[in-house]
Each structure stands twice: as C-alpha cells, then as structure tokens.
C-alpha cells in the first residue's frame, strides 16, 4: 500500500487523481456495445442466441432462454439447509429497512385548490446479476426485493448461462425476493433485451444491478430508452481512522473490497504514520491464503493508498473530496463526525461494523453510487421503483384568485395561447 503524507509533494496530485477517477468509456468498448444493442433491436431473439454462443459459449434455443418453475424448485435441493435460512435471513433484514423508506401519495389544499403527488411503481423492472468470477445472491436480493416492497408487480432477472445451469444460489435468492421471471442471458444483450423487447423478454421500465464496463456503458447509452439505478464501476471502500484503530480490523476491511475485483479500490485515511505502515504490513500478511489472493494483491498493488493526515477535520475532508462507495469511520465516537460527511455511499460507524455487515445481513442496501458520483448518487432504494405524478385540481373560485398573475406571466414570455387558455374559463 503507497502511503502518501501532507509533507509530500505527491499528497494533492494523488488525491486530486482519486477524486476524478470516475471510469471512462474508450471508444472501442463503446463502439462494441452500440453493435451489439441494434444487433438485438433489430434481431430480437435471434440475435439474443447468437450473441450468447459468442460471447458466453453457449447455445440455447429460444425456448430455453426463460428458467423454469421446475429449475427453481430443484435449486433447493442444490444448497444446505442452513446456506438456505442464511439467504432467508438476508431478505427479512432487507425487507425490513426498505419497507421504512415507503412514501405515499399526498395531498393538501391550497384554498380550494387541490395540490399533492400521486406515488406509484413502475410497472416492470429488470435486475441485471453479474456471472463470472462469483456468485452474488445478496445482490439479487438487494435489487428485487426494493422492487417488491415497492409494488412492481413485474420483476425480472437475467444472468449469463453457465454450462453446467445457473448458480441454485441465484434461482433460490431471486424466488425468496419475489422474482417473477428469470432468463438465462447476460451481457450487453441482456440489457438490449430488458430495454427493447423481445418476443420472449418483454420489454422492462427500469434496468438495475452491477455489471461490468460492457454493462455499464450498455445502461449508460440506453438511459432514456429505459431508466437506470446508476453507472457504477468498481467496488471501493475508504477507512478514516484514529491512532487508536486496530490495524488488523482496517487492513482485513481494505481487503474485505479488494477480493471483489482487480479494479476494486480502497484508500486508509488516518491521523497516525505508524498506523498506516502496520496496516500496510499486515496486509501482505493478511492477503496470504485467501481464496481470492491474486485479486485481492492486484486490487492492493495497482490502487491503494494510505494519506496520512494531522488532523481528524482535515481526514474528514480528504474523505468528502474522494466520495467513496463505501466510508468506515473507525474512530472514538464517530457519531460526532456525522454531521461533517457530505459524500459517501455508506457510512459504516465504528470499530465494529465491518463492511461485510453492511454486504449481506444489515438491511441497508449495499448497491452504491462508486467512482466519485456519491456526490450526487445515492444508494438504490424503495425510491428507484416509483415514479410520481404531480396532481393539480382547481375550483373556478380558485382559478379566478391567481388568474391575473398566470396570463402576466404567460405574456412575458410570449405564450399568448398560455394566457387565452386561462381566460377562456372565464368567457
């Protein structure tokens, strides 16, 4: 781990790098998922089977894209008992915190206007989960079952095929979170497909969930088509801590985000040199015998870095500026900070709240704004699976009240139709 202190000339140029390290696009990948979107716009199912032949290495007959209803009861026999009360767990602490985030559609009277919001859910939603180099039930959980508390009375999933069936984690996550449909497809065409419709896929109103830069960038040139959560890149967690910290608990959190990916990111803020040069041993101590070893050590090795700060108002700073996915405060007292962190994803408080709390048990969703847009993201929630209507009635009595100063206002910017509509109830 780089350990940077205020005294180095490198101490702004490396946080400035951080700050605006927001992933780009290059022009190839986006020039590869352009094609593939008209390919399955214009193709449909076709073109769905051809893409996943190519890029998944597998061929599917378009009655095979949907899993069905026998695939699902088989996947709990697939996984133990206590794996299965785990995931069960897992969506009553979920389900709880998100059912505090409803709102309701309002009203209230202005005279005798009637003025207020109609809040509803969308009518279909598609939740996007990753294959690979894991499995991620806990995401499925965390995008479906916002969804469900919400309302949507159409949920979707599709993740990649794999040779040997989809993951019986996934198809057990996606029947405890309420999933409707589920489609063995991924990739680029996966969203194409959610966003435009297929004779098999029907289209979806929003598309959520993590992916990689094919996904992301698929979302991010299709917004508009369809609604999107956000773009998010790769996983990140930033610890501000004291010289009372542990450095064994830090340095096990900063690995705890970089097994997710080589590109995954973590950053140590702190008020004491000597604890940033333990936590930066015990890493390489702690990084042996992981499972995800060389993940992890590529994740440390290319983006980690450790600033060493004089003051905790100043860490608090360096923390604002970076405006990470994930913000662990492993400080005395951290409640006393709250009020000063302005941008981050997720707030863990503490020295005992590990990031992997927060991952699957705690409730909050763990589906966060990452390279830098928490600073004007916000995490995925009940929110993202509704719309509102504004709601406008008016009494003649009412409109005659205001009825001057709309056609004034309408007349200044040159809308006479504007002003004749008003006038026109009183003719």
Same mark, same amino acid.
């Given at each position: 781990m780089k350990i940077v202190t205020q005294a180095d000339r490198s101490f702004l140029p490396s946080l400035k790098k951080i700050a605006l390290r927001g992933r780009t696009t290059g022009a190839a990948v986006?020039?590869?998922?352009?094609?593939?979107?008209?390919?399955?716009?214009?193709?449909g199912d076709k073109a769905i089977l051809r893409y996943t032949k190519q890029f998944d290495k597998v061929a599917l007959k378009p009655d095979a894209l949907r899993v069905t209803p026998e695939e699902i009861k088989n996947a709990y026999f697939h996984i133990r008992k206590d794996e299965g009360d785990a995931l069960r767990l897992a969506a009553q602490r979920i389900t709880s915190f998100h059912e505090r985030q409803r709102t309701k559609t309002w009203m209230y009277q202005d005279g005798d206007a009637t003025l207020g919001q109609l809040v509803g859910p969308v009518d279909a939603v598609g939740v996007y989960v990753p294959g690979g180099k894991a499995v991620y039930p806990s995401s499925v959980l965390m995008c479906a079952i916002p969804a469900k508390v919400a309302g949507v009375p159409r949920i979707v999933m599709v993740t990649p095929p794999q040779k040997g069936g989809i993951n019986p984690y996934l198809l057990v996550a996606a029947d405890i979170a309420g999933v409707t449909e589920i489609y063995r497809v991924g990739g680029v065409q996966a969203v194409a497909?959610?966003?435009?419709?297929?004779?098999?896929?029907?289209?979806?109103?929003?598309?959520?969930?993590?992916?990689?830069?094919?996904v992301a960038t698929a979302k991010r040139l299709l917004y508009g088509t369809v609604g999107i959560d956000m773009v998010a890149g790769p996983s990140e967690l930033l610890v501000v801590a004291d010289a009372d910290a542990k450095p064994a608990h830090v340095a096990a959190d900063l690995l705890c985000e970089a097994e997710h990916d080589e590109d995954a990111q973590v950053f140590l803020v702190t008020t004491s040199e000597r604890l940033a040069k333990d936590v930066s041993k015990l890493i390489e101590s702690q990084l042996k015998g992981l499972q995800r070893e060389k993940i992890a050590s590529k994740?440390?090795?290319?983006? $980690? &870095? @450790?600033?060493? *700060?004089?003051?905790?108002?100043?860490?608090?700073?360096v923390a604002n500026e970076i405006a990470a996915e994930h913000l662990t405060l492993s400080v005395d007292n951290p409640f006393d900070y709250?009020?000063?962190?302005?941008?981050?994803?997720?707030?863990?408080?503490?020295?005992?709240?590990?990031? $992997? &709390? @927060?991952?699957? *048990?705690?409730?909050?969703?763990?589906?966060?704004?990452?390279?830098?847009?928490?600073?004007?993201?916000s995490p995925l929630s009940v929110n993202?699976?509704?719309?509102?209507?504004?709601?406008?009635?008016?009494?003649?009595?009412?409109?005659?009240?205001?009825?001057?100063?709309?056609?004034?206002? @309408?007349?200044?910017?040159?809308f006479d139709a504007h002003a004749k509509s008003a006038q026109s109830r009183f003719s």
């Open positions: 986006e020039k590869t998922v352009q094609a593939i979107l008209r390919g399955v716009e214009q193709g497909a959610l966003a435009y419709g297929t004779n098999t896929i029907a289209r979806v109103d929003k598309i959520v969930g993590p992916g990689n830069i094919y994740s440390i090795a290319r983006h $980690s &870095v @450790a600033f060493v *700060v004089t003051t905790m108002d100043e860490a608090i700073e709250l009020g000063k962190i302005r941008h981050a994803g997720a707030l863990f408080l503490g020295r005992y709240t590990p990031p $992997s &709390v @927060a991952d699957y *048990v705690a409730g909050p969703n763990h589906v966060l704004p990452t390279g830098g847009t928490a600073r004007f993201f993202d699976y509704v719309k509102v209507s504004n709601i406008v009635h008016y009494t003649k009595q009412e409109l005659a009240k205001i009825k001057d100063p709309l056609i004034r206002l @309408a007349q200044i910017e040159g």
